[in-house]
């Protein structure tokens, strides 16, 4: 099966034996009868279980070519289900232009629980190298990277994990499996935070892991179950819904971004403008290599590179709102330095380049002239 095809039926045939419908039931039940102890029928309790949430989950699976797919109440709870797999003293070496949730869960809870994170640029992908030690289990990539859209070359990084034998996990909440496999580059894990693009509707938060090793989605499945971060049966019908359009939507985003991008290079208000598919963007030709176009993210810096002109900019936006998040079918502005990476230390966050005078846009699904209208108004 192909890819857009997948999206739609993949890992839901006979979905509902009872009547045929075509979308499976949302199966709002904890709990299920037993004909004897033990005599069910694959489900017993809904922390360990659910149809709906199985069907959302062997959709998952299909569309990142996987094996197996878990389903969690937020992204974060799947990336706190990965580092469980761990103990104290085991060493994690992460992308450092991350999203800064992900930075607040690695430094203020598990560096806690004893385990050691090296955040380090990983542009030039030979970098990791001289961070593995014995005590290496993971490389943590997140590509695109948030908010400086860097690109991290996947084949490479799972050369070297494979190389030192650690696993190498791809956060792929910003390019998503329509644009690239990770698994089919080489990763042990792919993670979504489906709260985006897969939802794609700005109305669900819910996340991720796709794996094809069995051992390890055991392990997975394992912290699933016994730490419980699960998402409801309503929650993966509206992920399961969203992922039925994904492709014709990303297609759009896709475009849309493009003519948006373009449009703010040759503005003279614009400084900087990060979208990997500029030619003359660090990593053009990696992100043309792995990825089927370029994403419907742009981050940009105005020319006066103060926080107000950032701010009146946002403030004037008619048709973007003002909102964190991203990957919903309308246009969002966001302002990283005091919304989604507050939580990164000023420091650390200027040496990234979130500067007070950058925004980021989740380029929606609307006419691109009207999104080019409105960031012209805005900036004049
Ligand atoms: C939003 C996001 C997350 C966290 O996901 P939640 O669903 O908000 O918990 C992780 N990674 C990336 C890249 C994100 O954009």
């Known amino acids: 099966m192909k890819f857009n095809t997948k999206t739609i039926h993949g890992g839901q ?3 509902d034996p009872a009547y045929g419908s075509v979308m499976p039931p949302i199966y709002q039940t904890t709990t299920y009868s037993q004909t004897t102890p033990g005599g069910h029928k694959g489900f017993e309790y809904s922390r360990s279980g659910n149809p709906t949430r199985s069907a959302l989950e062997n959709a998952l ?7 197996f797919g878990l389903a969690f109440g937020s992204g974060l709870a799947a990336i706190d289900a990965v580092m469980k797999l761990f103990k104290p003293g085991d060493e994690i070496i992460s992308t450092n232009d991350l999203y800064g949730g992900s930075y607040r869960l690695f430094t203020k809870i598990f560096e806690g629980l004893g385990l050691k994170f090296h955040f380090i640029g990983m542009d030039d992908a030979s970098n990791i190298e001289e961070y593995i030690n014995e005590n290496t289990k993971l490389i943590w990539v997140e590509t695109p990277t948030n908010p400086m859209m860097n690109i991290i070359d996947i084949v490479a990084c799972s050369k070297i994990a494979k190389k030192h034998k ?5 956060d792929n909440t910003f390019a998503t499996p329509y644009l690239q496999q990770p698994l089919d580059l080489g ?4 993670m979504h935070s489906a709260t985006k693009y897969l939802g794609g509707h700005s109305d669900v938060v819910l996340g991720s892991l796709v794996v094809k090793d069995k051992d390890l989605a055991d392990r997975l ?3 699933q179950n016994a730490s419980g971060a699960v998402c ?15 492709h014709i939507r990303m297609q759009r985003h896709c475009e849309n971004a493009e003519k948006v991008a373009k449009f703010l290079k040759s503005h003279p208000k614009v400084d900087k403008v990060y979208w990997p598919g500029f030619e003359d963007h660090p990593n053009h030709d990696i992100a043309k290599a792995q990825m089927k176009a370029f994403g419907g993210m742009i981050s940009f810096t105005t020319s006066e590179k103060t926080l107000e002109s950032a701010v009146k900019l946002l403030e004037n936006l008619k048709v973007f709102t003002l909102a964190e998040s991203l990957g919903g079918v309308e246009s969002l502005a966001g302002h990283p330095s005091s919304m989604t990476h507050a939580s990164i230390p000023k420091e650390e966050r200027e040496k990234l380049g979130i500067i007070d005078s950058l925004i980021r846009l989740s380029v929606g699904i609307e006419d691109e ?6 960031l012209k ?4």
Do not use: C
């Not at 990763?187 to 792919?190: L, Q």
């Not at 409801?232 to 994904?246: E, N, Y």
């Open 13 to 15: 045939h006979n979905i």
């Open 61 to 67: 699976a299909s569309i990142e070519n996987g094996e």
């Open 166 to 170: 650690v696993l190498l996990a791809v």
């Open 187 to 190: 990763a042990d894990i792919v």
């Open 221 to 223: 499945y394992f912290v």
């Open 232 to 246: 409801g049966p309503q929650d993966s019908f509206l992920v399961l819904r969203g992922i039925k359009t994904l």
């Open 369 to 374: 002239e009207d999104l080019i209208e409105d």
């Open 377 to 380: 108004q805005a900036l004049g």
